[in-house]
């Protein structure tokens, strides 16, 4: 069964868009994040990039609540991915990106996933698998065509204007979602690690898609420089009736706000 919580979503958000004409980061690198829930701490995320041995990007996401918030709705999230790039480069660089594979695995107490998706870019299919009901769906992709966090990184080499918009495919389980990336202004932002001038992002999805993914509106803040950092987003998300949040939760809560905020950069 595919998972509806929010921790998912706190490691799928900031993992998919950075602006820029040019990408300056250095591999490996790593994102430590603070997660909140309606203000409150909730939990912390990672996302970081490596170099594999076969010269290939391997992608990994953690996500982790806190020890109160594990008592009412624990959650361990861990994402991970693999990515061929056209050439041998210790920076990204405007490189053509493409997804390779991908799991998502979610333990929890209310919650368990575990996912993978397979990418054959010559024929232009992906194949995801659902290995705790044994469901597979098969779908025929485009270019640009990935998983969220192959996706990430292919943004990261592509030009990014305020005012424009870009569109990409995602596979997302039983679901091929076109998301539309609008960059809506510049903005400060304060962090743990200091202030940043931001681009403002607003991602669309369509279909809507199934989840709490899809649901409600999303904000990420990524700075305006070559190293194209997510320091923030925030997440508003509407709680449905069916959801199998815990009963106190979804007595009290009729939406409830996500964030992350940039905490170390390594």
């Not at 990672?46 to 391997?58: Q, T």
């Not at 080499?157 to 510049?186: A, C, E, M, W, Y």
């Not at 709490?212 to 925030?234: C, R, S």
Request: include cysteine.
């Amino acid at each position: 069964m595919r998972s509806t919580c929010t921790t998912p979503i706190i490691v799928l958000i900031f993992l998919v868009l950075l602006p820029g004409l040019s990408f300056a980061i250095t591999i490996p690198e790593e994102l430590q994040y603070e997660l909140t829930w309606n203000n409150v701490k909730m939990g912390d995320a990672s996302l970081a990039v490596k170099e594999a041995s076969d010269r290939s990007l391997s992608i990994t996401a953690t996500g982790n609540t806190a020890e109160w918030f594990s008592k009412l709705f624990e959650i361990k999230a861990n994402v991970s991915a693999k990515a061929t790039r056209e050439r041998d480069d210790k920076y990204m660089g405007n490189m053509k990106i493409e997804p390779s594979n991908y799991r998502f695995i979610i333990n929890g107490v209310h919650f368990t996933t575990d996912e993978s998706i397979f990418f054959n870019i010559k024929k232009k299919t992906a194949s995801d698998t659902n290995h705790l009901t044994g469901a597979r769906n098969n779908f025929k992709i485009g270019y640009p065509a990935f998983d969220v966090l192959t996706c990430f990184y292919y943004l990261r080499t592509v030009p990014v204007i305020v005012g424009k918009s870009i569109r990409v495919d995602i596979v997302d389980g039983n679901q091929l979602i076109h998301v539309d990336f609008h960059v809506l202004r510049k903005e400060t932002v304060k962090t743990p690690v200091g202030s940043f001038n931001t681009v403002v992002v607003e991602p669309k999805f369509n279909p809507s898609g199934s989840g709490l993914l899809y649901l409600g509106k999303t904000t990420l803040w990524i700075t305006d420089d070559q190293k194209k950092i997510p320091v923030a987003f925030q997440k508003e998300v509407p709680i449905p009736k069916e959801s199998r949040l815990p009963g106190v939760l979804k007595k009290n809560l009729s939406s409830t706000t996500v964030k992350a905020v940039l905490t170390s950069i390594r």
